[in-house]
């Protein structure tokens, strides 16, 4: 028989899955604390945009609050291993273990040189591998000048201004011959050979079927349940193979079918999810998190319909650049648009909204998870503008936590988003 699932109790084994059930640890974050959550986890996207921070830090901010970054260097950086760089849901931090499953499955043939002539790409790739062997880790701005390459960039390969070294690393990394070793302040990768950052790299035991196992039973763990298609987006392995995967898994006892009210999607849940009483956590989410994914799957869990507007033009913008969900127990309850601008020491809150319904302590908790969000950022002040529904009791609340009051809405006040705008410079203790 199917079990049958409420909204509520869907919510909660979702939010257990992803870490962010349970309010946070008490004391120092350490690294085997971040370590779990990875390994909870399975994959951390990674992405170039540093607004607040860059976006494989925040994650782990979100689940154990005040870490140190450091850790996630040492842990991607020093043997053994315990994250590598690969193209999962997109360019991401893995799981070890994972790497060669996913190189059955990942496909990107828009990456790197698939397009180059054969005999210039197996040119290039023999002089990489062969500077590579012999030296240390490179950014491709390094080989470029090791090789003594002279070369205009293509100016119509994406926009990218990729020369033919950097094209030809891609296509390296994404066939798995070579890795990154580390990154630079400036976010490049420094390129080895893969044998260096996973000296013995085991072939996948079982067919390619095997390896889709593997990779839909880790994302059906991380989501606790889902659908097909919200399993194989998490590691963007194809839908059909997927939704095959997903019924042997369901015969070997790893997936449950259920029942979710609302839901007319067939839905399963894995058999280690668990079903918290409450959730309890509270949590900025990074536009790349884990937990939002799946746009689709969101909407039907929250009720909280997200697109990131990076690439909209500002004049078109509902909710402005940089816009982190904030989560609180079991609801999706605001938006709010960040920017850390290091300069003056101030975490810069463009915009604030409240979602219909949001309870009346919203203003408080988020106020608290700013103000801690700056003390980890190493930021002196929180800065509420005027633009939003909510910004001006979030101004208020930043406001009465910085002067060490209890906060302004108490359990039994009105729903937020009924005052006027007041933007507050407020500073954090």
């Known amino acids: 028989m199917t079990a049958s699932l409420s909204l509520s109790q869907a919510r909660r084994i979702a939010l257990a899955a992803q870490g962010l059930a349970r309010t946070r640890p008490a004391g120092p974050v350490t690294a085997r604390a971040v370590g779990r959550t990875f390994a909870q986890l399975q994959l951390v996207q990674i992405d170039s945009v540093n607004v607040v921070a860059r976006s494989h830090y925040l994650p782990f901010f979100s689940r154990l609050g005040n870490y140190d970054p450091h850790i996630l260097h040492t842990m991607a950086g020093r043997k053994p291993r315990r994250m590598?760089?690969?193209?999962?849901?997109?360019?991401?931090?893995?799981?070890?273990?994972?790497?060669?499953?996913?190189?059955?499955?990942?496909?990107?043939a828009w990456v790197g040189a698939h397009h180059l002539e054969p005999h210039v790409r197996q040119d290039m790739e023999e002089r990489i591998?062969?500077?590579?062997?012999?030296?240390?880790?490179?950014?491709?701005?390094?080989?470029?000048a090791e090789l003594g390459h002279d070369e205009e960039a293509d100016r119509g390969n994406w926009g990218w201004n990729w020369n033919i070294v950097k094209r030809v690393l891609e296509h390296l990394f994404e066939e798995g011959r070579i890795s990154a070793a580390s990154r630079t302040q400036q976010f490049e990768r420094k390129y080895t050979l893969t044998s260096r950052v996973v000296p013995f790299v085991a072939q996948p035991g079982g067919t390619?079927?095997?390896?889709?196992?593997?990779?839909?039973?880790?994302?059906?763990q991380a989501h606790g349940l889902g659908t097909a298609r919200c399993f194989s987006d998490y590691f963007r392995?194809?839908?059909?193979?997927?939704?095959?995967?997903?019924?042997?898994?369901?015969?070997?006892?790893?997936?449950?079918?259920?029942?979710?009210?609302?839901?007319?999607?067939?839905?399963?849940?894995?058999?280690?999810?668990?079903?918290?009483?409450?959730?309890?956590?509270?949590?900025?989410?990074?536009p790349f998190d884990s937990l939002v994914f799946e746009r689709r799957r969101l909407e039907e869990l929250f009720g909280f319909h997200y697109r990131i507007e990076i690439y909209t033009p500002a004049a078109k913008r509902q909710y402005g650049y940089y816009v982190l969900p904030f989560l609180l127990r079991d609801g999706i309850v605001a938006r709010v648009d960040l920017k850390a601008d290091r300069a003056s020491g101030r975490l810069l809150v463009r915009s604030a909204f409240a979602e219909l319904g949001a309870p009346a302590d919203t203003a408080v908790e988020l106020a608290a998870e700013l103000e801690l969000m700056a003390s980890w950022l190493k930021l002196q002040d929180v800065v509420v503008w005027p633009v939003g529904d909510l910004a001006g009791v979030l101004a208020e609340a930043v406001a009465d936590r910085a002067e060490g009051r209890d906060g302004l809405l108490q359990p039994d006040s009105p729903l937020i988003g009924e005052r006027g705008n007041v933007a507050l410079v407020s500073p954090v203790d």
Request: proline share 6%.
């Open 208 to 220: 390619p079927e095997d390896s889709l196992d593997r990779l839909m039973d880790a994302a059906a």
């Open 84 to 108: 590598m760089e690969y193209w999962a849901h997109e360019a991401s931090f893995i799981r070890p273990e994972h790497f060669q499953d996913l190189m059955v499955w990942q496909k990107r």
């Open 129 to 144: 591998l062969t500077a590579l062997t012999a030296g240390q880790p490179m950014t491709a701005s390094e080989l470029t």
């Open 237 to 286: 392995t194809p839908l059909k193979a997927g939704a095959e995967s997903v019924r042997r898994l369901v015969r070997a006892g790893r997936l449950l079918p259920v029942t979710v009210k609302g839901w007319e999607r067939e839905t399963y849940r894995h058999v280690t999810a668990t079903v918290p009483r409450k959730a309890e956590g509270r949590a900025l989410l990074s």
